[in-house]
């Protein structure tokens, strides 16, 4: 089994940045994508971004230019630097890993983080 640990969330002003972590653990052969994903009350959960194995992203057109993801593959670590954070931005932020295979298992299987909270406000 693997689980996703996010780290990072907390309160900070418009304008202010954050940075989240999200660290994969079990007996992991690989993981073809890490992404993350935002829900905010009432909302339904959305796609922020992702980052595939060989590096190639996609972002949301509302975190373009602000947000950026980034991996370390050696440690199944992703990671997402928020700039320029806007009260929009607020939610509960969702690490996914996807394609995720494993020691002993066949096929591949997807798993998602308990979130953390990222609240913009002054």
């Known amino acids: 089994q693997v689980q996703l640990v996010e780290s990072g969330g907390g309160l900070v002003q418009p304008g202010g940045s954050l940075r989240l972590s999200c660290a994969a653990s079990g007996s992991i052969v690989s993981i073809y994508a890490m992404g993350w994903y935002r829900q905010a009350p009432g909302n339904e959960r959305e796609l922020v971004a992702t980052?595939?194995?060989?590096?190639?992203?996609n972002y949301a057109d509302s975190v373009k230019g602000r947000f950026t993801i980034s991996r370390d593959n050696a440690k199944n670590t992703v990671y997402l630097q928020m700039n320029n954070l806007k009260p929009e931005d607020t939610a509960v932020y969702y690490c996914?890993?996807?394609?995720?295979?494993?020691?002993?298992?066949?096929?591949?299987?997807?798993?998602w983080g308990q979130g953390t909270q990222v609240t913009v406000s002054s």
């Open positions: 996914k890993a996807e394609r995720v295979r494993e020691v002993g298992f066949v096929g591949r299987y997807d798993y």
């Open positions: 980052i595939i194995s060989g590096g190639s992203t």
